[in-house]
């Protein structure tokens, strides 16, 4: 059976793994093309948009995909949201795993915002030595709050985004460990973190790193995200699947 996985996320490359040797399935994983040197992965790979939902159509249709799976970031919501116009018009099934966000432990000292423009206000006029953790692509939303000393982390260098003057920026790709953390944190004299709720276990240890320093972490909510048939793991992807082919081939 032919499957396409909206990827980019460390389920999707776990997901990538297990179909790769499995003789059930002929898999394709897709990439946005968001960084300059993906990691490798374990099945065949197309990179780059679709060209919105009637390109993502012409896609599935063109190569024949009998199911989808949707694997992205939990702060991906557009992708998802045309995965699902996608395969409601193209009458296919789609599965998205999901991942639990993080919750606040003893110790944690979290500030909820909605989204990264409220991140950049909540953080106040005092001039602050702040740990930027999302990324390139709204880097610019923090250039309001030029006050800020701002070490921020991401994958590629930004590209003449216009940026925060006081910017130290880290390249660096997950998953990261908590004693590095703790000490990028003290050495760089960190006063706050700034945060996605990415959940799972390749960046929980800055939010742990945060409580062990007494740090306050501003957390940015996750957009609402449409999804398929809810999963939970990859090896329920799996179960799912084959749930799909049996049922396709009336077996
Ligand atoms: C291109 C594929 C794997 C997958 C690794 C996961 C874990 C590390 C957490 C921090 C937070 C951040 C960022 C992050 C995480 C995993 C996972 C995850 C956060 C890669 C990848 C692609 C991307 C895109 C990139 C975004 C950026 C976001 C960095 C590969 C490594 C900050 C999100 O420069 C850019 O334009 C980068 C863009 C979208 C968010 C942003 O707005 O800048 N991810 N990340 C995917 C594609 O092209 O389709 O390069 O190999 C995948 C991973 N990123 O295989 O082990 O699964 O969550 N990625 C956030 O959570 O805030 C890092 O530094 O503490
Ligand atoms: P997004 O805002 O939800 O999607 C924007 C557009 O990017 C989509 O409409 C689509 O373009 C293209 N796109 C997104 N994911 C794609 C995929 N897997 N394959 C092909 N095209 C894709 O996406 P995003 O938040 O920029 O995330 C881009 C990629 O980075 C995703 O693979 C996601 O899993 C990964 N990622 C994102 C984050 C994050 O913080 N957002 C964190 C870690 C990993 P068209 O409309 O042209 O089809």
Known sequence: MRVLILGGTTEAASLARQLAGDTRFEAT??????????????LPTRIGGFGGVDGLVRYLEAEKIEAVVDATHPYAA???????????????????????????????CWQ????????????????????????RQE???????PQHRYLARLIDAPKGERLPP???????????????????????????????????????????????????VVMIARPDKPAG?????PNETVQWLDHVRRSLRGV
């Not at 880097?139 to 709050?145: G, R």
């Not at 990028?184 to 945060?210: C, F, H, Q, W």
Request: some cysteine.
């Open 229 to 233: 048939h809810i999963v939970n793991s």
């Open 139 to 145: 880097l610019p939303v923090f250039a309001a709050a």
């Open 29 to 42: 994983l897709s990439l946005a093309g968001r960084t300059s040197a993906p990691a490798a992965q374990a």
């Open 78 to 108: 557009q992708m998802s949201a045309h995965a699902v116009a996608a395969c409601r018009q193209a009458g296919l099934p789609l599965a998205s795993l999901t991942r639990a966000p993080w919750t606040e432990q003893a110790g944690d």
């Open 166 to 216: 006081q910017l130290v920026l880290l390249q660096a790709r997950g998953p990261f460990d908590l004693a590095a953390e703790t000490a990028l944190m003290r050495d760089e004299r960190i006063d706050v973190v700034v945060s996605k709720n990415a959940g799972g276990g390749p960046t929980y240890a800055k939010i742990a790193a945060a409580r062990a320093l007494g740090l306050p």
């Open 112 to 135: 909820h915002v909605s989204n990264t423009e409220s991140a950049a206000m909540i953080l106040g006029d005092t001039p602050r030595r702040v740990f930027l953790t999302i990324g």
